[in-house]
């Protein structure tokens, strides 16, 4: 249908877009947001949400208009008229999934009108309560328009009245059922008396308390069997205006549902999926902020960021979240993570990854604030066992997908690079690295990356130096907090020496005895 508001879509500005098809990134794997989206989905299925989350925006103002949409959400009046929509078309969806499975003509029929019907109480409902709210997004804004657009339309309001028409002329057929032995008569309704309430007062005087019950509930099968058919087709028989109406309805209205109406049904999940995931981690405390982002500047920062996929493992069993920080500015375009092992510099690489993957969509990131760059694209690189099929070493597929991902990126790519070549000598990983970091200097993307190498961290003015830490009276424990700091390999050697029993009061007490 024409409508003069002009709405397409409520995720995207521009009309046309299409991200079905769309297959899941390589580095989701790498950042967990594959756990993640699993998680946000379950129970979605029917939508087919995953190509949304594969579709990240490259524009500011494609940004802030998913953003316009998700503080309208957040006032609880609007997402309870928006979710009572949903499952309202969920129910009409179940409908029509029965009129695929059932067998029998009318009966389809029967269930494709029950569908109609849930539509327009839908379709007219939320016209109503969306021109009470208080939307200041374009996007409720427009369709609210739209929808006005389509409830006065002939269209919607022909099916309206046909619908109701027919619901009330099906709920006036009337017909009786003679049952004798094992033959079974179907005739119109002449006033038969009712003999139901007799029988009953009649047996009422050999009731003698309360009785154990022996009644068996019988099964309700969705299917009729062979004698409720035939009944239902000699009905149509004794009333064919009804039927042939019914029929004849079916036919006309095929394509019922409205294709602008569908898509927003569709999409708007995209929303409310996000925002219940996320209800459970602001429930333990922790924080989500709408990003400043920029398709130009690249002085980015986060303050108590923390990694989502970890947050959903933590959270359910009361387990503490940390949450980190960072922030670059020019010409600081690399961080630099080293430290102990185990002590957080993996999580916080995705983290970093994370958020601005979580911002190019439009949505609210892990974080108290934040400020981030929209990447044209974002690559991985994280460690991985040896695939027997490629007939490389684990070094040499290392390299082969380094010289990939260097090969592919922008300087307005984003970067992450966790624990690279650490499977080799001290001294290769010193040159490989130096080498691949050189290159990433001279590119001039964003991005993380974790080594045990700490002469890395201080080798230009692009890159900065992050550290995990440890707890200070105790080196073998780790705070998985990571701070701005010069590297100076302290953490590590104090947590080895531990290990191994060679720190200074460990030595003096075996030296002593």
């Known amino acids: 249908m024409s409508s003069t508001s002009g709405f397409h879509s409520i995720l995207f500005v521009e009309p046309g877009e299409n991200v079905d098809g769309r297959e899941e990134p390589p580095f989701f794997?790498?950042?967990?947001?594959?756990?993640?989206?699993?998680?946000?989905?379950?129970?979605?299925?029917?939508?087919e949400l995953n190509p949304f989350f594969y579709a990240p925006l490259h524009d500011v103002a494609a940004v802030r208009y998913r953003h316009e949409v998700l503080r309208d959400l957040e006032k609880n009046d609007v997402c309870e008229s928006i979710t009572a929509f949903a499952e309202k078309t969920r129910r009409m969806c179940e409908h029509l999934v029965q009129v695929e499975k059932r067998h029998h003509a009318l009966q389809k029929q029967s269930w494709f009108l029950d569908a109609a019907e849930v539509y327009c109480e839908a379709v007219r409902s939320l016209a109503e309560e969306l021109a009470r709210r208080a939307v200041g997004s374009r996007g409720l804004q427009g369709f609210r328009d739209y929808l006005a657009d389509y409830c006065a339309s002939e269209r919607f309001t022909s099916l309206?009245?046909?619908?109701?028409?027919?619901?009330?002329?099906?709920?006036?057929?009337?017909?009786?059922?003679?049952?004798?032995?094992?033959?079974?008569?179907?005739?119109?309704?002449?006033?038969?008396?009712?003999?139901?309430?007799?029988?009953?007062?009649?047996?009422?005087?050999f009731k003698q308390g309360a009785a154990k019950s022996y009644l068996v509930r019988l099964p309700d099968f969705a299917d009729m069997d062979h004698v409720e058919a035939q009944i239902l087709d000699r009905v149509a028989r004794l009333h064919p205006d009804v039927f042939e109406a019914l029929d004849a309805y079916c036919g006309r209205h095929r394509d019922y549902l409205d294709e602008t109406i569908g898509r927003f049904d569709r999409e708007m999940q995209f929303y409310l999926a996000y925002l219940e995931y996320i209800a459970r981690f602001e429930s333990?405390?922790?924080?989500?902020?709408?990003?400043?982002?920029?398709?130009?500047?690249?002085?980015?920062?986060?303050?108590?960021?923390?990694?989502?996929?970890?947050?959903?493992?933590?959270?359910p069993g009361c387990g503490d979240v940390v949450c980190n920080g960072f922030y670059l500015e020019e010409p600081e375009r690399i961080v630099v993570v080293t430290g102990p092992n185990n002590g957080g510099k993996t999580t916080f690489a995705r983290m970093f990854g994370q958020l601005h993957y979580l911002a190019s969509l439009g949505l609210l990131v892990p974080a108290r604030s934040a400020r981030l760059f929209l990447p044209d694209r974002l690559f991985a690189h994280f460690e991985r066992e040896e695939d027997i099929e490629t007939l490389r070493g684990k070094l040499e597929d290392e390299l082969v997908r380094v010289h990939e991902i260097l090969e592919r990126a922008t300087s307005d790519s984003v970067i992450v690079m966790n624990e690279s070549f650490g499977a080799t000598t001290l001294q290769d990983a010193l040159f490989l690295?130096?080498?691949?970091?050189?290159?990433?200097?001279?590119?001039?993307?964003?991005?993380?990356?974790?080594?045990?190498?700490?002469?890395?961290?201080?080798?230009?003015?692009?890159t900065v130096s992050m550290v995990s830490t440890i707890v200070p009276e105790n080196p073998a424990v780790r705070t998985y907090k990571i701070v701005r700091r010069p590297a100076d390999g302290l953490a590590y050697a104090w947590a080895i020496a531990e290990k191994y029993g060679l720190t200074y009061e460990r030595l003096k007490e075996r030296v002593a005895s």
């Not at 794997?29 to 939508?47: F, I, K, P, Q, W």
């Open 29 to 47: 794997g790498d950042l967990n947001l594959d756990h993640v989206l699993e998680s946000m989905t379950a129970g979605r299925d029917e939508y």
């Open 160 to 205: 309206a009245a046909e619908t109701r028409a027919l619901k009330d002329a099906l709920s006036g057929v009337q017909y009786a059922v003679r049952i004798r032995g094992n033959r079974v008569t179907v005739s119109r309704y002449e006033g038969e008396a009712d003999y139901s309430a007799e029988v009953e007062q009649t047996f009422a005087k």
């Open 284 to 315: 333990a405390g922790l924080p989500f902020c709408y990003p400043q982002v920029s398709a130009h500047s690249k002085e980015v920062s986060a303050d108590d960021a923390f990694d989502l996929a970890l947050a959903n493992k933590l959270v």
């Open 433 to 462: 690295g130096t080498e691949v970091m050189k290159r990433i200097v001279d590119l001039g993307p964003l991005g993380v990356y974790v080594t045990f190498v700490d002469e890395l961290s201080s080798l230009s003015e692009s």
